[in-house]
Nanobody, 128 residues
Framework: QLHLVESGGGSVQAGGSLRLSCAVS????????MGWFRQAPGKEREGVAT?????????ADSVKGRFTISKDNAENTLYLYLEMNSLKPEDTATYYCAADLDASTVRYVRGPNGYGFWGQGTQVTVSS
């Protein structure tokens, strides 16, 4: 059982930067695939980026070159990050981190059905 807690959301002007963090506890050194999603009001949840167990990263076209997903670990906790640069008003959404116990190679942005564990969400607002 994994428990995910996000932090780092906030408000920023267009062109600015934010860094989201997600602490993943309950990690038992099994393979883990992790990702970031976002959901704007009235829209479906959208996959933003995926990082597989080996560290391979994949990005949605809308964020390529602007966002960077990364991970780190310390003792029994995994940390997932999303560095967001050159933010645009259309990036405004609630951002969610997600994880699944999966050691396979993932070289695409995995959809929401591919994850069994979710964070509570953090709001990102970009003003023009």
């Amino acid at each position: 059982q994994l428990h995910l807690v996000e932090s780092g959301g906030g408000s920023v002007q267009a062109g600015g930067s934010l860094r989201l963090s997600c602490a993943v506890s309950g990690y038992t050194r099994r393979g883990v695939c992790m990702g970031w999603f976002r959901q704007a009001p009235g829209k479906e949840r959208e996959g933003v980026a995926t990082i597989d167990n080996d560290g391979w990263t994949s990005y949605a076209d809308s964020v390529k070159g602007r966002f960077t997903i990364s991970k780190d670990n310390a003792e029994n906790t995994l940390y997932l990050y999303l560095e967001m640069n050159s933010l645009k008003p259309e990036d405004t959404a609630t951002y969610y981190c997600a994880a699944d116990l999966d050691a396979s190679t993932v070289r695409y942005v995995r959809g929401p059905n591919g994850y069994g564990f979710w964070g509570q969400g953090t709001q990102v607002t970009v003003s023009s």
